[in-house]
């Protein structure tokens, strides 16, 4: 491992890209590996035993590259499975709880924040108890969105999608009126912002996957550990199946600037 490795990076599919993005935007020398679990997605309905297996061999992969550090850009394996990666390596582990839930604290007024994730991240109850314990009288409202995870999988995304609106309109009504902050829970969820917005007016949105991507920024600059690269960091991306889907999807989420040209890798070889 050197100054020169990568950040490695993964999720169950496309969510993790919100936090390439944001890490790109933020550090673009570096270099960068992603992996997308897209033969296993979704995680957040899986039992925490088997969330807590593939996220072992998932960091396990990235670290078989000899990455500098691991984001799991996943609030699944971040609000279950975060000590699992701990547990295989001394480089800097970092996950998308901490950061929001304190950035969400900060921006709401009412001190009424509402959680959305997957059931996994729900059931967890971690945003809930990492905001309770900054501020024991704020209120702390959760739910699970499951199919934002296929709608996003899968490209409904684009603005005004029929669909997404109506699961966005049938999720989100009890939040109306009761928060000022959404936590988007789940790194899926900030593909679909807009449509969230849309059915949340003027609540504000905390996307974790900036918060943790400034994290990571923050840690490598203070030990020392960023690259001396002058140029553009190259990004590779991994998957574990057929990558056309996730090629096309990813780069529609990305935007131009980015090419994606994934690699299908064995991931229970790891
Ligand atoms: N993007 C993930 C998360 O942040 C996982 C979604 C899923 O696989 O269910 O929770």
């Known amino acids: 491992m050197s100054n020169e490795s990568a950040i490695g990076v993964f999720d169950s599919g496309l969510g993790g890209l919100s936090a390439v ?9 570096e270099n960068i590996i992603y992996f997308g679990d897209t ?14 297996k593939y996220t072992a061999q998932d960091a396990s992969f990235l670290l078989s590259h000899g990455v500098k550090a691991i984001l799991a850009a996943c609030g699944t ?21 901490e950061d929001a839930a304190r950035e969400a604290y900060a921006a709401s007024k009412t001190k009424r924040i509402g959680i959305i994730g997957t059931q996994a991240t729900v059931n967890s109850g971690i945003f809930k108890r990492k905001i309770e314990s900054i501020d024991v009288r704020a209120t702390v409202l959760q739910c699970a969105c499951p199919l934002f995870v296929p709608l996003v999988e899968y490209g409904f995304t684009a603005e005004g999608d029929e669909i997404t609106r109506l699961a966005c309109e049938r999720y989100l009504a009890p939040f109306r009126g009761e928060v000022d902050t959404l936590v988007l829970g789940c790194t899926h969820f900030p593909i679909l912002e807009k449509a969230i917005s849309a059915a949340l007016p003027g609540v504000t949105l905390i996307n974790p996957a900036s ?16 690259s001396a690269r002058k140029g553009r960091g190259e990004i590779r991306y991994f998957v574990s199946d057929e990558p056309a889907r996730f090629n096309a999807e990813g780069k529609i989420f990305l935007g131009k600037d980015f090419a994606i040209d994934a690699k299908k890798i064995e991931i229970d070889k790891f």
Not at 39 to 52: D, H, L, N, W
Not at 211 to 225: H, I, M
């Open 39 to 52: 033969g296993r997605v979704p995680y957040g309905s899986k039992s925490r035993e088997t969330i807590r």
């Open 21 to 29: 993005r944001e890490l790109a935007r933020l550090l673009p020398h």
């Open 211 to 226: 918060e943790a991507a400034r994290a990571v920024a923050k840690t490598l600059f203070e030990n020392g550990l960023l």
């Open 77 to 97: 394996v971040s609000s279950n499975a975060l000590e699992c990666i701990e547990a295989l390596t001394d480089i800097p582990v970092f996950g998308v709880v």
